[in-house]
T-cell receptor, first 116, second 110 residues
């Protein structure tokens, strides 16, 4: 049973460029959440996708956008990259049990983005 | 005040030591709490959930004090393999998004 997979593993971009990161959820999972982890910090919630819609969003600018496909995989897009966007981007998948129901989130290995 | 605050690290302990991590959270409506472990340059992995009654998993014990909005993790008989960053995590109500603390690094030496 494949776990959460992410691609690419590493990426180097320059300021102003755009980047797309990809995530395939664990088999049977329908919800994908994205987190940004800067060096020395805990992961911060970016947004969550369910049924191909953005369901919740953290405190991130509109430069961060995403998409979920019918097969539940997801993309994170970041436009106009800034140096401060350099971080580990983590994807987590879960199976939606209903509002206020606890779901275990499984994390992928992450994509390490460096913006020069 | 940050939503989830943890002890600043790192904690340097010898093998066999007992070490305790502390965490406080600001949202009194939070219902679910976890400790995650993150190895260097790897993804976070769920270590254990934290229940009001306290729970134990081998050498690991987690406690929750809702009145004080305080969570703890105790590791007994530390092993070299316990070296990692320990993240205190709160589940937000609604759609199961997680709020992480900054993490506390543990270094266990021979």
């Amino acid at each position: 049973d494949a776990g959460v997979t992410q691609s690419p593993t590493h990426l180097i971009k320059t300021r102003g460029q755009q980047v797309t990161l990809r995530c395939s959820p664990k088999s049977g999972h329908d919800t994908v959440s994205w987190y940004q982890q800067a060096l020395g910090q805990g992961p911060q919630f970016i947004f969550q996708y369910y049924e191909e819609e953005e369901r919740q969003r953290g405190n991130f600018p509109d430069r961060f956008s995403g998409h979920q496909f019918p097969n539940y995989s997801s993309e994170l897009n970041v436009n106009a990259l800034l140096l401060g966007d350099s971080a580990l981007y983590l994807c987590a998948s879960s199976f939606y049990l209903g509002a206020d129901r606890q779901e275990t989130q499984y994390f992928g290995p992450g994509t390490r983005l460096l913006v020069l | 005040r940050k939503e989830v605050e943890q002890d600043p690290g790192p904690f340097n302990v010898p093998e066999g030591a007992t070490v305790a991590f502390n965490c406080t959270y600001s949202n009194s409506a939070s219902q679910s709490f976890f400790w995650y472990r993150q190895d260097c340059r790897k993804e976070p992995k769920l270590l254990m959930s934290v229940y009001s009654s306290g729970n134990e998993d081998g050498r690991f014990t987690a406690q929750l004090n809702r009145a004080s909005q305080y969570i703890s993790l105790l590791i007994r008989d530390s092993k070299l393999s316990d070296s990692a960053t320990y993240l205190c995590v709160v589940l937000n109500s609604g759609y199961s998004t997680l709020t992480f603390g900054k993490g506390t690094m543990l270094l266990v030496s021979p």
